[in-house]
């Protein structure tokens, strides 16, 4: 894992899974934003579902269900639209077509044991409807399983202008994830909005703020102390890179924060690492994280823990 942390800023590699139901191409639109002034390769993997292939009923249902609901283009047609829509704006890359056929769940993660990428990027299924199918029948899997940075694009914006970036309440994931994120976005320059969230004690570093000005003052001479100090860190890495950041500050629980200032704030995408899973409870162990991503209506950066970690 470690081409995660050290990207290679002259070449970067993306693999992207197209959905095949639509030709709107926003999500490809969007991927472009972020890797404007980049160079490096894409391969952009369109999947022709098996149903037969697919071993876990839920998923195989959904799928069916799914392909009932809409109209497919032709493999053929989704791949040119999509080589198309990249050519355009990123001249810099290689852009490859695979379109193989079965489960694309174990295709997808086949192909991240097989070649090495910088970022996997997936379209989710779409906006309304049951919280628990948005995502579509592969998505919430392959996010799951996935070893490296994966971005699941949502809505309909065709560029990322704005990121919020929410600070680990740890050394090395702040890091990681900071480095990352400078990487994949120096080119680009988005508005960046880092998000602290504090403990309702006050007497750990957690995530943002809001209250009383004697609490607030409390909590952020507690967040000062020199182990606390994710934010510095984070704040100079982006600094580095001639990228300008803000910061909100907000007071409870990580996952109902984050939603918060996510739909307060008018951001195109989140980005954030979830702690390792272990057998000790976490607020991000299980399938938090994921529900994190299923609630929020913006695209969702989520970075992996780090062998190791």
Not at 15 to 23: D, E, M, V
Not at 96 to 118: F, H, M, Q
Not at 146 to 156: A, C, Q, R, W, Y
């Amino acid at each position: 894992m470690s081409g995660v942390t050290f990207m290679n800023t002259e070449n970067i590699t993306v693999l992207h899974h197209l959905r095949a139901n639509k030709k709107s191409n926003s999500e490809l639109g969007f991927l472009a934003s972020i890797l404007n002034g980049k160079a490096g390769k894409i391969d952009m993997m369109y999947v022709e579902e098996v149903l037969a292939r697919i071993t876990d009923e839920a998923r195989r249902d959904l799928a069916e269900e799914q392909r009932i609901k809409e109209e497919r283009p032709a493999p053929e047609e989704v791949l040119s639209l999509a080589r198309q829509k990249m050519s355009e704006t990123l001249h810099e890359f290689q852009l490859n077509t695979i379109s193989p056929a079965g489960d694309p769940v174990e295709l997808v993660l086949n192909r991240l044991k097989d070649e090495k990428y910088d970022l996997l990027s997936l379209e989710a299924y779409g906006k309304g409807g049951f919280r628990k199918n948005i995502l579509g029948a592969h998505v919430n899997k392959i996010v799951s399983k996935s070893p490296i940075p994966t971005l699941v694009h949502k809505g309909e914006l065709d560029s990322c202008e704005r990121v919020l970036i929410h600070v680990p309440n740890d050394r090395e994931r702040s890091t990681n994830l900071t480095n990352y994120l400078a990487n994949l976005l120096e080119g680009s320059k988005p508005a960046i909005t880092f998000l602290v969230i504090l403990s309702e004690k006050g007497e750990k570093f957690e995530g943002y703020i809001s209250g009383e000005e004697e609490y607030l003052e409390e909590s952020l001479e507690n967040y000062a102390r020199e182990e606390y100090g994710y934010l510095d860190l984070a704040q100079e890495i982006i600094s580095e890179r001639g990228i300008d950041a803000d910061v909100r500050y907000r007071t409870g629980e990580i996952q109902e924060e984050i939603l918060a200032e996510a739909k307060e704030g008018r951001y195109d995408m989140l980005a954030f690492s979830p702690e390792k899973q272990n057998i000790l409870t976490s607020i991000w162990s299980g399938d938090k994280s994921l529900e994190l991503i299923r609630d929020l209506d913006i695209s969702v950066l989520e970075f992996p823990p780090l062998e190791g970690d």
